[in-house]
């Protein structure tokens, strides 16, 4: 147990059910492809009181804040009342613990308007953060010094991470075990758990947007299709003439179903796949760019710092292990 990674989850009176389980079910389940789990995830409450949820019944925790002070990542569910969505402020005890987390290097984050508690704690000043556009208004009318970005799915600012509502919570979980134990595992969570294995963090929130009707959603067999040949030069035309619509209705379509443009789909599925590669092959970055549809080197090392800041050999320094040579 002393060498796996230790996640709180600090429940506070009014949580959502949702957001605790996705913390509790994603980390729960990632393992390595032995089967060893990759986290203990333990569940906590202010004086290990039990607390009352958002639906009605009350959650009766095994642990107080005190497993706060060893955890490596604490995570905040997301709250539907109390003190940090009514007056902006928070029980001392739990914004000690999180603070004092942050201070002796832990991860901290948030799931959906858990980020009201971490602004509450003074956690979110000055940083960019996110959380439920439902309740954007009222997060800016509480904590005007955050930089609020209510249009993202998830926010990674290092050691403080926040989460837009309810399923962008799994995103970000997802995010945080990729970027812990590499993409097999974090794909293995995403599939004992049934989800999608990876939407990016700044893909835009779902705001009152009118859904397609079931048989005008008919672009899933594209993108499997598209998946498979990541490495062809592949078009808009291309994508299009494979559903057999028009280019103009493919794209409208596409967005409609994904949030994105066919365009920005691709090439995440591109620098997701060389992620992937780089974590779990020895193979030359020229041809992780070429199986990845990136082209050359030069494109994916790009395409990698644009969107995780670093070049691909630190990238997989960060995953590939090697094996210490015996002493002679």
């Known amino acids: 147990m002393t060498d796996k990674h230790l996640v709180a989850v600090v429940v506070l009176d009014g949580v959502v059910p949702f957001d605790l389980g996705t913390a509790t079910q994603l980390f729960g389940t990632a393992r390595d492809e032995q089967g060893h789990r990759k986290y203990t995830t333990l569940v906590c409450t202010p004086g290990r009181q039990p607390v009352r949820t958002a639906a009605g019944y009350q959650v009766v925790p095994d642990h107080g804040l005190e497993i706060t002070e060893r955890a490596d990542t604490v995570v905040v569910p997301g709250i539907h009342a109390g003190d940090p969505v009514e007056t902006g402020t928070v029980d001392p005890a739990v914004g000690k613990a999180l603070n004092d987390a942050l201070a002796r ?122 998946l498979e040949r990541l490495a062809e030069p592949l078009t808009l035309q291309d994508l299009a003439a494979h559903a057999t619509m028009s280019v103009r209705t493919f794209t409208r379509r596409f ?54 800041g670093v070049a691909p050999s630190a990238y997989r320094r960060t995953f590939r292990v090697v094996p210490e040579r015996p002493e002679r």
């Open 255 to 308: 967005r409609e179903e994904t949030g994105v443009s066919p365009a920005r789909w691709l090439l995440q599925q591109r620098v997701d796949h060389a992620r992937m590669l780089l974590e779990s092959t020895d193979l030359a970055v020229e041809v992780v760019a070429r199986r990845s549809g990136l082209g050359t080197a030069t494109s994916l090392r790009q395409h990698l710092q644009t969107t995780i």
């Open 105 to 226: 290097g832990a991860r901290v984050m948030s799931i959906c308007t858990g980020a009201f508690v971490l602004a509450a704690a003074g956690l979110l000043d000055q940083r960019p953060a996110t959380t439920h556009w439902w309740w954007a208004d009222r997060f800016r009318e509480l904590y005007p010094d955050v930089k609020l970005d209510p249009d993202v799915l998830f926010i990674d600012d290092g050691d403080v991470l926040t989460s837009a509502g309810v399923g962008a919570g799994i995103d970000l979980c997802l995010h945080v075990i990729r970027t812990d134990f590499g993409s097999d595992v974090a794909n293995r969570a995403a599939r004992r758990s049934v989800v999608p294995p990876w939407r990016e963090g700044g893909q835009a929130q779902y705001i009152e947007r009118p859904l397609p009707r079931v048989a005008d959603t008919t672009t899933a067999g594209t993108r499997t299709w598209a």
